[in-house]
């Protein structure tokens, strides 16, 4: 019993990226419907005239209340899944489960339940809406691109043939809905600053070296999109120490892990503080993946 138990337990792990972006875009469409005015950082640029807020339906409206990371999964034969594997094209050989002959399919039937309130069946044209004339970009290593393929099935299969275009322009991935305006974008930054491994396809390396200062290169392509989505984790885990730069590119020491990390996040907060207008923009962090694909 205890067997079969983990074995249910283990088979959630694959879903998981797919069922929390869904929960992820839940709070996105959530936050929307706020009308608060505190936000995470201090925008000293010039006012801005905000954007007009999306019109919700009476009957889509969440409590304020609810806390949506408080809940349990649940099996669900009759909604899930949002979407099957063999109906996208813009899934990478990798993250194709069956293709790659898992034996099982039940593992997609996974959905979130909050405990004090339900959340909306996904409704892709509805996101699609919140997302005109807008960019949506994830960026960090392959979880995150697992993340951005999940979330371009979710909504490809609503959008007419010829209304929609996939490009890649290294680092970065593009899918464009053209009727809305908006694109669904992915871009490489394992680390988020900026290392030897920013190639987006020949990035493997035997010494990582990462410029814990630097991030204005990537910074440049992630000015004024309207939604990031940053994670940074799984790369750090190499090796307890890392070689790292800190002020002059030719001065390279070995650093802890962690004390390298804390560095190149305060890099990146620094960056979100003097650029990030909070008015028109939303930044998320997305935090380890139970699972590494």
């Given at each position: 019993?205890?067997?079969?138990?983990?074995?249910?337990?283990?088979?959630?792990?694959?879903?998981?990226?797919?069922?929390?972006?869904?929960?992820?875009?839940?709070?996105?469409?959530?936050?929307?419907?706020?009308?608060?005015?505190?936000?995470?950082?201090?925008?000293?640029?010039?006012?801005?005239?905000?954007?007009?807020?999306?019109?919700?339906?009476?009957?889509?409206?969440?409590?304020?209340?609810?806390?949506?990371?408080?809940?349990?999964?649940?099996?669900?034969?009759?909604?899930?899944p949002?979407?099957?594997?063999?109906?996208?094209?813009?899934?990478?050989?990798?993250?194709?489960?069956?293709?790659?002959?898992?034996?099982?399919?039940?593992?997609?039937?996974?959905?979130?339940?909050?405990?004090?309130?339900?959340?909306?069946?996904?409704?892709p044209?509805?996101?699609?809406d919140?997302?005109?004339?807008?960019?949506?970009?994830?960026?960090?290593?392959?979880?995150?691109?697992?993340?951005?393929?999940s979330?371009?099935?979710?909504?490809?299969?609503?959008?007419?043939?010829?209304?929609?275009?996939?490009?890649?322009?290294?680092?970065?991935?593009?899918?464009?809905?053209?009727?809305?305006?908006?694109?669904?974008?992915?871009?490489?930054?394992?680390?988020?600053?900026?290392?030897?491994?920013?190639h987006?396809?020949?990035?493997?390396?035997?010494?990582?070296?990462?410029n814990?200062?630097?991030?204005?290169?990537?910074?440049?392509?992630?000015?004024?999109?309207?939604?990031?989505?940053?994670?940074?984790?799984?790369w750090?885990?190499?090796?307890?120490?890392?070689?790292?730069?800190?002020?002059?590119?030719?001065?390279?020491?070995?650093?802890?892990?962690?004390?390298?990390?804390?560095?190149?996040?305060?890099?990146?907060?620094?960056?979100?503080?003097?650029?990030?207008?909070?008015?028109?923009?939303?930044?998320?962090?997305?935090?380890?993946?139970?699972?590494?694909?």
């Amino acid at each position: 019993m205890k067997g079969q138990s983990a074995e249910r337990i283990q088979s959630l792990f694959p879903v998981l990226l797919a069922s929390l972006l869904v929960l992820g875009t839940a709070q996105l469409v959530f936050d929307s419907l706020k009308s608060g005015k505190s936000y995470v950082f201090q925008y000293h640029g010039k006012p801005e005239k905000l954007r007009k807020s999306v019109f919700v339906l009476p009957e889509d409206r969440m409590d304020e209340s609810c806390n949506l990371f408080e809940g349990q999964w649940v099996w669900d034969n009759v909604s899930y899944p949002l979407y099957e594997e063999n109906s996208c094209p813009y899934l990478v050989k990798q993250t194709t489960c069956l293709k790659n002959g898992r034996p099982d399919s039940f593992y997609q039937n996974w959905r979130w339940q909050p405990h004090a309130c339900n959340l909306p069946r996904f409704d892709p044209l509805k996101l699609l809406d919140i997302l005109r004339d807008k960019r949506l970009m994830f960026i960090g290593d392959s979880v995150q691109r697992a993340q951005f393929e999940s979330m371009v099935c979710l909504v490809q299969s609503v959008i007419p043939k010829g209304k929609k275009s996939f490009k890649r322009d290294p680092p970065r991935k593009v899918f464009k809905a053209k009727e809305y305006n908006a694109t669904i974008e992915y871009y490489w930054a394992p680390f988020i600053v900026e290392s030897i491994s920013d190639h987006a396809t020949n990035h493997t390396v035997l010494k990582r070296l990462v410029n814990l200062d630097s991030i204005s290169k990537h910074g440049k392509s992630w000015e004024g999109v309207d939604v990031l989505v940053f994670e940074s984790y799984v790369w750090w885990m190499y090796r307890p120490q890392i070689n790292a730069t800190y002020g002059s590119m030719e001065d390279v020491q070995e650093y802890n892990v962690t004390t390298a990390y804390r560095i190149a996040m305060e890099t990146w907060g620094n960056w979100l503080e003097s650029t990030i207008n909070p008015h028109l923009q939303k930044v998320f962090f997305m935090s380890m993946s139970p699972t590494h694909l």
